[in-house]
């Protein structure tokens, strides 16, 4: 008993529960009318209040939150099982689960929270979390560093948050009290209010514009995703969960979780795009082109997911809220296979090296399971039908297209095309060519400097724990490893049919599920009980799907908690294009990885060495655009260093410096004092130590109590005149 | 103002305990250690028994009454009157006093800091402990200043006989710096007794006839005022004295200052500054607001900067001051809750943080934080102590930090919307300055110096457990105390409003 069964055994709780909620939750959708609003099931409890603010705990339970929250219990799950021999003989073994725990239970709290600030709650445990499982093996300062720079790097976009959440109250809370009787924290309450037309345009955008500043922290958005990839120096279970499949969608689940704040704040749908819409557009192509310049291979993950959390933030940019949302779902799925995967390769293969050109290479004989399940997530991730990730992220583009921003439907096939051919690349320094390093057999420790920071304390915990040293060549994970890979891929493969457009409305089980119905409700949920004395007033053909009824407008009558939004038709000739140029990248990245890595080709090898542009643009990818030298060598190096250290001499020498010299000034005047007026009392010390600076330097005098009274009896004399002068004046 | 008069022996008996404990201190012959320890001991168990009884005593359904009120003639000369009581705001922070008190007189029972006298040293706390609850009780300008004054001799020996290399300079310039504010305060309160026609000084008198007097010269002695309470909390830019004094004195009296002595001046705003003079405190709250804002964020940026450790938590402690005093001076109900709430809030884990510096300097002999290095790996519950008390002192969710700052933050976003943004980057900066402490102090590979530091002891243990249960059980149940502070500070603020309507 380590703790770890506790673990387990909990997250499998959540799993059949949120597997409970999430067949509830179907049969209330199937059971509504067509054109009905199904009302989200919502309890709440009073927690704490004060003046007039109530702050609940409580759970807002609709498609959403049941989705995410089947997610997130299933991926916890599955990491925890393989987790148990991931980190078996780890020296902080119980830590791990534990905190692994901590994090689940804080994003189920956020998932579920019906309120801003149980929310809130849930999003700064998992940012905790994260700090103390990325830093897990702290040992190394570079693992430190890492953790403390995500957490701080996410803790800058935390304080939009907290703006945001003040904005929103402050200026729902009227409506939303007196309109349905909740209060202006309610999650509910503000998606009503945003809809509703009463919002100050200008009071909504700042709020929507403050929580989206939050959201590029915690999802890893440009600008502030440099904090991502060195996430990655914590162990490769937190990795896959945390950085790929659940903590890192917070952000993009917050954006549809107050969908409407956003959809109106922002003006999305609106020409020309918005904030959202470039943020994720920009987040695509940046991330997807540094994944082609590193040989860690949890870094190419890392740039990966920071390049699909850019799809997902784009969907819904652009309108195209349910395959934005279903991304979430299908992208777990294959990238936590993917991660988990390259924990495979680095627990039995490459002896705890995560360097794909140097220990990496011709696995995919000694690792059937591990490369038959990466091949198929990586199919999923590239978009290939009939893969699960083409079901959403084909259908982003194709939505993105559809709502009139062409110029952003082309960023996302550049990023399709990109996407495959920075997989195939990576699939085929893995899996393909010769074995190298440590695949090869070599059971060298020094080309440790190259690898994954952790690896050198993992390699002594525990690796020599559990093989004892043993001249091993690399093999096939176990199967507490090998069977959550499988569990995953079957999903990453299937997943995807669970909103398959192409074959018509009665696959699309996700739009009925998961999508909140755009309609009017006359609501009277505080007289009855959610989901019941509901009035739905039918809106007619015509205006049901015009923008008006449940848009940016006025609903005529009652409340719209979701936003009116089209969904694009499927033509299979966009897809056909779609895979051509999916197709195209992976081909492309074949040719090029083979005749580079195995072949050595001269005409490529050194490339970017002979070609002047060539190399001052690889240059550029490795050192990230020169972000991180912006924030850490310009921003903290020469703005907050100086400003700080201004601060600091400001202190000692000019606040210390008025109150020397004022104590100075003191001791000279009652040096006068005595002198001049009772000259037979020349107190010898008082003009012997010239300055109260002094006499602190030379510090143990005994008479320095005796010269506080004299100040004392100073001070109060000079108090007693002072209040006889201002009441004189006054009166 | 209605008040309760039953039981009032109570406060007078839970204030003056610790002075029985000091006369037999001092009856005492100076070798009997043990016996001193004892005494001191078992005295701060009374007094906190005493408070205990006081706070199930109180009566809730009031709590915005000042209750178990007592008023004699005292000196009727001056029409000063021995008048004290206790409502919903003081209540708190007067139990907390012999709380910490207690707290501090345990951990000095084995730790009596150089040069020892412990007779000396434990009269010295006792009498403290005094002061601070005679302070939080009194309800006459005269009695409030006797006992604001009676803190500071104790604390002047405590820094500069028990402190460190620096605690001449350190104890001069507190007490110089506390006596300046001190005497302009004193200029208020005579003006404020003549103005409003020389017949008392009691508070609630003072409270109900403070607003007839004009309003410039209200600004004025609200200035003087101020000025008394803004260098005992201290705000920018009278903090100069904290950091030294922090610094060189030793670990009990840094918990002292720290948790308890920081609050008399956020108390004396709150109990005499506002209410007595409303129209004042409206006029000034802007630019008090400012001067606050910018404490939290200069308090921040110097703490970043500081490579001492003890000075780095001193200089938090400028930070999250500022963020009390802007709740105070946002004069809504929400952020005045916030502010009483975040006087304890801060007092527990500022003590706490202290108090662990302090185990770290015994251990190490040193508080650079260069020196110290993973110390996670020798002392693991001793860095999870650390961890949740400095995550409380960041303000995270569901820990007793984030109720009071997150009031705070909220109920000054509507009258100082562009302040309370402003203040938010403190909340950042917290996260920063404190994590990046620990991360040095507590990761990495422990060097020789560091590899055989000692883990928590029992007793150590059992003493941060007291501070830990406040810490968890105040973060995720505030209710029970946000629903004692906030008739008090509702009553105070539709006062303020009502006069200045």
Redesign the interface.
Same mark, same amino acid.
């Given at each position: 008993m380590k703790g770890s069964e506790l673990g387990v055994l909990s997250m499998f709780s959540s799993l059949v529960l949120s597997a409970g909620a999430g067949y509830q939750w179907i049969q209330r959708t199937n059971s509504a009318a067509e054109e009905q609003f199904v009302e989200p099931v919502i309890k709440s409890w009073s927690w704490w209040r004060s003046g007039g603010f109530d702050f609940g705990i409580g759970q807002h339970i609709d498609g959403l939150s049941v989705l995410v929250l089947i997610v997130v219990a299933f991926i916890s799950t599955l990491v925890q099982i393989y987790s148990l021999e991931y980190l078996r003989g780890d020296r902080r073994y119980t830590h791990f689960f534990a905190a692994l725990t901590l994090f689940s239970g804080g994003m189920l709290a956020m998932v579920l929270a019906d309120n801003m600030m149980l929310f809130l709650l849930g999003w700064e445990i998992m940012g905790l979390c994260s700090f103390m499982l990325i830093g897990h093996w702290w040992e190394n300062d570079a693992n430190a560093r890492a953790a403390l720079k995500a957490f701080f790097t996410v803790r800058t976009g935390d304080a939009g948050l907290l703006v945001g959440i003040a904005i929103l109250y402050f200026s729902a809370n009227d409506w939303t009290q007196e309109n349905l009787g909740v209060s202006g924290f309610s999650i509910r309450g503000i998606s009503a209010w945003a809809l509703s037309g009463e919002p100050n345009s200008t009071a909504i955008t700042i709020a929507a514009i403050a929580l989206f500043i939050a959201c590029i922290g915690k999802s890893g958005q440009f600008p502030l995703h440099t904090w991502l990839p060195d996430a990655m120096a914590g162990p490769t279970p937190v990795s896959s969960l945390l950085h790929s499949s659940t903590m890192v969608v917070a952000g993009v689940y917050l954006v549809a979780r107050l969908y409407p704040v956003f959809f109106v704040g922002l003006d999305i749908l609106g020409s020309g795009g918005n904030l959202i819409m470039i943020i994720g557009a920009i987040t695509i192509v940046i991330s997807a082109a540094l994944a082609f310049v590193q040989n860690d291979i949890k870094r190419v993950l890392a740039y990966s997911t920071v390049s699909q959390l850019g799809y997902m933030m784009l969907g819904l940019g652009a309108g195209a809220w349910l395959p934005a949302v279903f991304h979430i779902f299908t992208h777990a799925f294959f990238k936590a296979c993917l991660f988990l995967g390259a924990g495979s390769i680095s627990h039995s293969a490459s002896h705890h090296s995560f360097d794909m050109k140097h220990d990496m290479g011709g696995l995919r004989k000694v690792m059937p399971i591990t490369f038959v399940t990466w091949i198929i997530s990586t199919l999923a991730l590239c978009g290939v039908f009939p893969f699960s990730g083409f079901f959403s992220k084909d259908e982003i583009i194709d939505n993105v297209g559809n709502n009139g921003y062409n110029t952003f439907m082309i960023v996302g096939l550049v990023g399709a095309f990109m996407t495959a051919a920075y997989m195939t690349r990576a699939t085929y320094l893995t899996f393909f060519g010769e074995p190298r390093g440590a695949s090869a057999g070599e059971n060298s420790h020094d080309s440790h400097d190259s690898h994954d920071a952790h690896a050198t304390v993992a390699a002594h915990d525990s690796h020599d724990a559990h093989d004892s040293g043993a001249a091993h060549g690399p093999h096939e994970s176990g199967l507490l490893i090998t069977i959550p890979l499988m569990i995953l891929s079957v999903l990453a493969l299937g997943s995807g049919f669970l909103n398959a457009t192409p074959f018509g409305e009665n696959w699309e089980r996700m739009k009925l599920w998961v999508e909140p119905r755009a309609v009017e409700v006359i609501d009277a949920t505080h007289s009855g009980g959610p989901g019941e004395s509901l009035v739905i007033n039918l809106p007619n053909a015509e205006e049901s799907h015009s923008k008006s009824v449940c848009g940016s407008a006025t609903p005529a009558d009652g409340v719209c908690f979701a936003p009116q939004l089209q969904h694009a038709k499927f033509k299979w000739s966009k897809a056909m294009m779609s895979m051509v140029i999916v197709f195209l990248g992976m081909a492309l990245s074949w040719i090029l990885s083979s005749r580079l890595f195995t072949k050595r080709d001269p005409r490529l090898v050194g490339l970017t060495q002979r070609v002047k542009v060539l190399g001052l643009g690889h240059k550029f990818l490795v050192n990230k655009y020169y972000l991180d030298v912006l924030y850490e060598k310009i921003i903290v190096r020469s703005i907050a260093y100086p400003i700080a250290n201004a601060a600091y001499w400001f202190n000692q020498n000019i606040l210390d410096g008025i109150l020397h010299g004022f104590a100075n000034s003191t001791r000279k005047l009652s040096g006068w004092v005595y002198q001049n007026i009772d000259q037979r009392v020349v107190d010898a010390t008082v003009n012997n130590s010239a300055t109260f600076t002094k006499s602190v330097g030379t510090a143990a005098q005994p008479t320095q109590s005796g010269k506080v009274s004299q100040y004392g009896a100073l001070l109060f004399s000079a108090a007693a005149i002072g209040a006889l002068v201002l009441v004189i004046i006054n009166t | 103002m209605n008040m309760l008069q039953e039981n009032n022996w109570l406060l007078s008996l839970g204030t003056f305990l610790p002075m029985v404990g000091v006369v037999l201190l001092m009856l005492m012959p100076k070798a009997q250690d043990k016996s001193v320890k004892l005494v001191a001991l078992f005295t701060s168990i009374a007094t906190l028994a005493v408070g205990i009884y006081t706070a199930f005593r109180f009566d809730f359904d009031q709590a915005e009454k000042m209750q178990f009120v007592a008023n004699e003639t005292w000196i009727a000369v001056i029409k000063s009157s021995y008048f004290i009581g206790v409502d919903g705001i003081s209540l708190p922070l007067y139990l907390l006093s012999m709380v910490i008190t207690l707290l501090v007189v345990i951990y000095s029972l084995d730790h009596v800091p150089s040069p020892g006298k412990p007779k000396a040293f434990f009269s010295l706390l006792l009498v403290l402990q005094t002061g601070m609850a005679g302070t939080f009780i009194a309800q006459d300008l005269i009695l409030f200043f006797v006992f604001f004054e009676l803190v500071l001799l104790p604390m %002047?020996f405590m820094i500069?006989v028990w402190g460190g290399e620096?605690r001449?300079?350190a104890s001069?310039?507190f %007490? *110089?710096?506390t +006596?300046?504010g001190? /005497?302009?305060m004193?200029?208020a309160f005579? /003006?404020l007794f003549?103005?409003t026609g020389a017949e008392s000084f009691s508070i609630p008198y003072l409270i109900e006839n403070g607003g007839s007097i &004009?309003k410039n010269?209200q600004i004025?002695?609200f200035a003087g005022m101020f000025v008394g309470f803004a260098v005992k909390v201290p705000m920018f #830019?009278f903090?100069?004295w904290l950091p030294d004094a922090h610094t060189q004195a030793p670990t009990q009296g840094s918990v002292i200052l720290a948790a308890i002595l920081l609050k008399l001046g956020t108390y004396g705003f709150v109990r005499i500054a506002l209410p007595i003079l409303p129209t004042a405190a409206r006029e000034w709250a802007p630019y008090i607001g400012g001067l606050a804002v910018i404490g939290i964020i200069?308090g921040a940026? /110097?703490a970043? +900067?500081q490579r001492d450790l003890k000075r780095l938590v001193a200089y938090s402690s400028v930070a999250h001051l500022g963020f009390i005093v802007l709740g105070t001076f946002a004069l809504?109900?929400?952020a005045v809750?916030?502010a009483v709430m975040q006087m304890v809030n801060h007092g527990v884990s500022t003590g706490a943080l202290f108090l662990l510096v302090g185990m770290i300097y015994e251990r190490r002999h040193t508080r650079e934080i260069a020196e110290l290095r993973?110390l996670?790996?020798v002392a693991p519950i001793f860095a999870g102590v650390f961890t949740v008390v400095m *995550?409380s002192s960041v303000g995270? #969710?569901?820990l007793n930090g984030f $109720?009071g700052e %997150? *009031?705070i *933050?909220? &109920?000054s976003?509507?009258p100082a919307r562009w302040w309370? $943004?402003v203040a938010? $980057?403190g909340? $950042?900066l917290a /996260?920063?300055y404190l994590?990046?402490a620990y991360?040095r102090v507590?990761?990495?590979?422990p060097d020789e110096a560091n590899s055989s530091f000692k883990e928590l002891t029992l007793r150590e243990g059992l003493l941060m457990s007291v501070f830990l249960a406040i810490i968890v059980v105040s973060g995720i149940? #505030?209710?029970p105390i946000?629903d004692r502070i906030?008739p008090s500070?509702?009553a105070l603020i539709e006062h303020v409003e009502g006069q200045t309507k």
């Open positions: - | %002047f500069g620096q001449q300079y001069i310039k %007490f *110089l710096y +006596m300046f001190s /005497a302009l004193l200029v005579l /003006a003549f103005k &004009g010269i004025w002695i #830019p903090h100069t200069y940026i /110097a970043t +900067m809504s109900s929400q809750t916030g993973g996670q790996h *995550l995270l #969710p569901g $109720v %997150f *009031l *933050l909220i &109920g976003f509507g309370t $943004v938010t $980057v909340v $950042v /996260a920063l994590l990046w991360q507590f990761h990495g590979e149940y #505030p209710k946000l906030e500070v509702v």
